[in-house]
């Protein structure tokens, strides 16, 4: 069997798929929600939810919702009025899948999330209890984010990324990302002699793509551009995708020939780690010499301040930051355990005369192993 078609039967034996609908595939900016289109999806899913296996749904949808009843014409862009039109829309939304599962006597249960819900334990936690135990009782989980309360610092920026982290939650077995974009294509849909992508194994076989962001203007706040980030993250994850397009959904939940395979290239990851590989924001840079490289890389030690040699950016303990050799070669992103005020005095010191010099608490590792993700870059350079 090909890398391609193992894939594609991971998707379709999937006991419990996370499948992602974008604005753009449930709305218009004329109309608002586009109660055809929401039917079919719900059709789809509660079929898929009837022959047994399990399903949660990350609905884009809820701001463009909220505009036909606002009398607005096009998303805001400030973040107040995003928030307002959530905060209208999101119920029409849930009224909407309401509607279209009742066929199947199947009930949605609204999970609305922000960041922190998915990269603070105690939060990650609760939400997955709560989307197991809504499965366990025969419910139907609709996730989104919660654009009313959400701000710009702590933010997915949209529901393909959250749909990833979801899916990585839920322990879910595949997920599918539905949008207006049948796959994934060589280059924008309107250059010519651009041609699909069936199947996407690795890194490498995105490098040489335009795929640039492709969407449908004035609705939805996504592109292609975070569909493949989102694919990737899972593939990263042990969680093989499938992105095609809302029409195709029976398709790709059979596991069928349309739309871009993703296979999986890691085998799965903490959460806090795929945060930090994928969408932490850093705060500062920590620059290492070539036997920290060696020794991060090859021996997947901690980072300490021995091989330190200096810093850069204004963050505390506890904050997101990336790693750099010498070179300026970024190895690893990690969670460091003193601010950049503190570690300039620590550079190039030995865990024992930390002690010694500056108090018992700075012998610790500058970052945890358990705290630090490696780049694909490092691997690269782990001879030196």
Same mark, same amino acid.
């Given at each position: 069997m090909s890398a391609e078609a193992e894939a594609r039967a991971r %998707?379709?034996?999937?006991?419990?798929?996370? %499948?992602?609908?974008?604005?753009?595939?449930?709305t218009t900016v004329e109309g608002g929600l586009d109660h055809d289109r929401v039917r079919r999806i719900a059709s789809a899913l509660g079929a898929h939810r009837a022959g047994g296996r399990e399903v949660i749904l990350v609905s884009s949808g809820a701001i463009a919702a909220g505009l036909e009843p606002m009398g607005l014409d096009r998303r805001p862009r400030d973040l107040a009025t995003q928030q307002a039109a959530a905060g209208v829309g999101q119920s029409l939304l849930m009224a909407a899948y309401t509607f279209g599962l009742r066929d199947y006597g199947l009930v949605p249960a609204q999970v609305l999330l922000t960041a922190d819900d998915l990269i603070r334990r105690t939060h990650y936690r609760n939400a997955q209890r709560a989307l197991d135990r809504m499965i366990s009782l025969g419910m139907m989980p609709v996730v989104n984010e919660n654009d009313a309360v959400a701000t710009h610092e702590i933010r997915f920026g949209d529901n393909d990324r959250l749909a990833a982290l979801v899916a990585h939650l839920a322990h879910a077995d595949a997920l599918i990302l539905l949008s207006d974009v049948e796959a994934l294509l060589t280059a924008p849909p309107e250059r010519a002699g651009s041609q699909r992508v069936s199947f996407v194994s690795g890194p490498g076989d995105l490098e040489a793509l335009s795929i640039g962001g492709i969407g449908a203007a004035g609705i939805g706040s996504g592109g292609m551009v975070t569909k493949?980030?989102?694919?990737?993250?899972?593939?990263?994850?042990?969680?093989?995708t499938i992105l095609t397009s809302a029409p195709h959904i029976e398709d790709a939940l059979r596991g069928g020939e349309r739309g871009t395979a993703f296979g999986i290239t890691h085998r799965r990851r903490a959460t806090r780690l795929l945060w930090l590989a994928h969408l932490a924001r850093t705060m500062g840079t920590v620059r290492i010499d070539d036997g920290a490289v060696r020794a991060v890389s090859r021996r997947g030690t901690s980072l300490l301040a021995v091989g330190v040699t200096g810093v850069s950016g204004d963050f505390e303990a506890g904050d997101p930051v990336d790693v750099r050799g010498t070179d300026g070669t970024l190895v690893a992103r990690g969670i460091v355990n003193f601010s950049a005020e503190e570690l300039p005095q620590m550079c190039g010191m030995s865990s024992e005369e930390l002690g010694d010099r500056l108090g018992a608490d700075y012998r610790r590792e500058v970052i945890h192993r358990n705290d630090l993700v490696l780049t694909e870059a490092v691997f690269e350079k782990a001879e030196i």
């Open positions: %998707v379709r034996d999937a006991r419990r798929v996370v %499948v992602k609908v974008g604005s753009s595939s449930l493949v980030q989102a694919a990737t993250m899972a593939a990263d994850s042990g969680i093989p």
